[in-house]
Every structure is written in C-alpha cells, then in structure tokens.
C-alpha cells in the first residue's frame, strides 16, 4: 500500500509527466456527458428526472427540497448544529473580510476615475454527494456568494433514498435560497439553462467528480464557471525537523478523498523521507478508506520524493503548483516568499489541511491540476463584477487630448479622434 522515496533528479520524463500533467479525467465521459447536457437543454425536468432514476437510482417527484434543509436544521444533534454554525461563521468572517470597496480619485490633471463592484445576480452551487457526504462544500460555496451579495443563491446536491440530514443543514445555515435534488451533469445543465423548477443561473460553481466537471467544462461560454477542478491534492514541503507522523498523517487525509487523488511529500532530508514512507504505510492501515487511500498512493502522481537541496524541493513544488500545499519546516516563511503557485497554504506542524477544510475560515474549493498557476481559489471576487468609472474635465480631457487623437489616428479610427476634436474644439 505504502508509496516509496525518489529521488528528484532520477525522475524520468514519464514519472515528472505524471506529476505535472494532472487532469481532471474528463475526455472519457465527454461524448456522454453532451448529450446529457443537450437532453436537460431541450427536454428540462423530464430528463433531469430520467438521468437521475438512470444515475442514482433513486425517482425523485418535487425536485425542489428547500424545507427540508430547514427541517434537517430544527432536527440536528446540537453538537453537530454548534459545529456546523462556527464553521460558517468563521467562513463568513474570512470572507467579509475580501469584500472590496468602491473607490474614485481625482488626479491633480483633471482625471477623475474609479472602480465600483456589483454582485452577480444569480448563482448555481454544487455540493456533492457519493460516497462521502460533504457539508462544509456548502458553507464553502454558498457563504462567499451571500457575503458578495448575491441575489439568488442555487444550491444542487445529488438525490438519495436518504439525504445526509448535516448536508441538507448546513445549506441551509449557510443561507441558500433554494435547493434541489439533482446531481452529475443533469444537475450543472438544469442550472445552465434552466428547466420548468430549477432556476438557470449566470454561473456555477463548486467541485464535483469528473461528470460535473466535464458538464462545466461543456456549458462554459453559456454561462460563467469558477474552473475546472479534479480529485484533490497536496504538496508537503518539510526539512529535517518535521515530525514524520504528521506529514505522513497529511497524504493520507488527502488520500482518504478519492483514488485518484494525487499526494506528495517532498524533502531534503533523506531520514525524514523514510520515515514518512514508514509512517504512511501504518497509518493508512488503520483508516476506515483504507482502500480508497491505497489506491489513491499508488498513483503515478503520488510519492515522497528526496530533493538533493531545499531549493530543488521548492522548484519541484512551485511547477507542480499543488490545490493544498503544507510547509512544515524550521524556516516556513521564506520558502512560503519562494512559492507563488499553490491554492491555499498552510504554515507550520500546528496547521492541518483539515483545519482549512472545515473551519479555519479560508475556502476550499481551489484550483487542482496546476490550475494554481493562473488563478485562485473561490472567493467573494468570484460572485462580483467590477465597473471602471470616469469623468473628465475640460483640463483633464485637453491634457490627453493629443495622446488619444494621435493613438486613434494611428490605428485607423478618424472618428474616434474626431469624437475627442469636438470637445475640444467647443
């Protein structure tokens, strides 16, 4: 079960191809989820509830359950309902916390510009189900979108003989405005484009299994998403004075998620490499997914790699650009300054992944597959929009005057230079 130390510099093209080449696997069920998408699309509730029967097996008749979110609340144990309602509450402060103000300055030249924010006015969020029940994906996704504003908040969570009552809950405290029984591609259609009970919505969010992200994938252009995410990953990045039983505790909690998740220990210190192989392999015995998590060890992309230097273990973590990525080290801080790809970092032996998971307050639901490279993970900026604004006075528009002119005249546009020649010539 256990994954095995290499070293950096013996890795091959393939072995470094499955390390920076992660997808979300979605080519495979591509054809099938457009003609998903292209049923919901015509045929609305009916073939949501057909896919649904066909999927889960389960023959839903209202597909709207928002009261049942309320009533699985009143009904919860009230340790569970505490949990959930600190959870959500520290989420909510992070997030409170990006919300951007409105701004305008006047320059000293006549130049008056701004910028204001406005929120989305309706959005789809998908919070899984399967094998797993996932309540803090619905604090995670819904509570950014309420913070922003959001008129219209949609939350889709697959149907079951039994939905999980602490899901349904924390929907519900984390302020969704309607709810559905649908998951899978059928669920990210009907929020595409709308269907005779479920509301289209001008962009979805939130992860979901290679299904959901091959339907986002194929209704992006007609409404908005957040990005492409596959199964989960981490990246730990130690030096000698870690302690072993944590950084291996970290890829198996990662690992716990999915087969294919993708986890990695990466060191320079060649003790610390065997002992987390050691300390790995006991305590994936004794989980109760163990099988999930061997299989999820023995990808390609998973492994506790020996760096011949802590710099060639940074390089190794800045291309791999990891969704979580755990520093434990005597100097965190300067190699955190030397890391910028990562979706959500977590410094120190006393900062699990899980802390950001569920309740330290950061969100989730970040970019996998090297999408760390270009963007961020969800947050209040994903549910706005930003207006630039400005206003010229006379000396203001007469001080770049001639720059515009000259630059519209340049490209071939007289009119736009003409349009500027007119205020000037008033």
């Not at 922003?148 to 602490?166: F, K, M, Q, R, Y």
């Amino acid at each position: 079960m256990s994954i095995e130390v290499e070293e950096i510099q013996d890795l091959g093209p393939s072995d470094r191809n499955a390390f920076f080449e992660r997808d979300a696997g979605i080519e495979a069920v591509r054809t099938d989820v457009r003609d998903i998408v292209d049923r919901v699309r015509e045929e609305g509730d009916v073939a949501v509830r057909e896919f649904t029967s066909e999927f889960d097996g389960v023959e839903v008749g209202n597909l709207e359950i928002t009261d049942e979110c309320e009533r699985a609340y009143d009904e919860l144990e009230d340790d569970v309902r505490e949990a959930i309602e600190t959870a959500t509450a520290n989420v909510r402060e992070f997030h409170e916390a990006q919300v951007p103000e409105d701004w305008r300055e006047e320059f000293a030249d006549g130049r008056e510009l701004g910028r204001r924010f406005r929120p989305i006015e309706r959005v789809g969020v998908y919070v899984p189900g399967g094998s797993a029940a996932y309540p803090s994906s619905a604090i995670m996704g819904v509570v950014p979108a309420v913070v922003a504003g959001v008129e219209h908040v949609t939350v889709v969570t697959p149907p079951a003989d039994e939905l999980n009552p602490v899901t349904l809950a924390a929907i519900h405290i984390a302020g969704a405005d309607a709810v559905y029984s649908v998951g899978g591609a059928q669920a990210v259609a009907a929020l595409a484009y709308g269907t005779e009970s479920v509301t289209q919505v001008q962009k979805i969010v939130g992860p979901g299994n290679r299904w959901v992200t091959a339907a986002k994938a194929e209704v992006r252009g007609d409404v908005e998403i957040d990005f492409l995410a596959g199964p989960s990953e981490v990246v730990v990045v130690a030096d000698e004075t870690a302690d072993p039983e944590l950084v291996a505790s970290e890829l198996v909690a990662q690992a716990e998620h999915d087969p294919n998740a993708a986890v990695v220990a990466v060191t320079d210190d060649e003790a610390t490499a065997e002992a987390v192989v050691e300390a790995v392999d006991e305590q994936a015995g004794a989980r109760e997914r163990e099988d999930v998590i061997g299989e999820a060890l023995a990808n390609d992309a998973s492994g506790v790699l020996l760096a011949r230097s802590m710099s060639e273990a940074i390089l190794f973590t800045e291309e791999y650009a990891p969704e979580h990525l755990s520093i434990v080290a005597d100097d965190d801080e300067s190699i955190l300054e030397r890391i910028d790809s990562a979706g959500s970092v977590f410094l120190g032996p006393n900062t699990p992944v899980a802390a950001g998971d569920y309740a330290s307050g950061t969100n989730h639901v970040l970019p996998t597959n090297g999408g760390a490279r270009v963007t961020g993970g969800l947050s209040v900026e994903t549910f706005l929009r930003s207006t630039t604004v400005q206003r010229l006075s006379e000396e203001g528009l007469e001080g770049i005057g001639e720059t515009v002119t000259t630059l519209a005249e340049a490209e071939g546009l007289e009119a736009h230079a003409e349009s500027v020649r007119k205020r000037l010539d008033r």
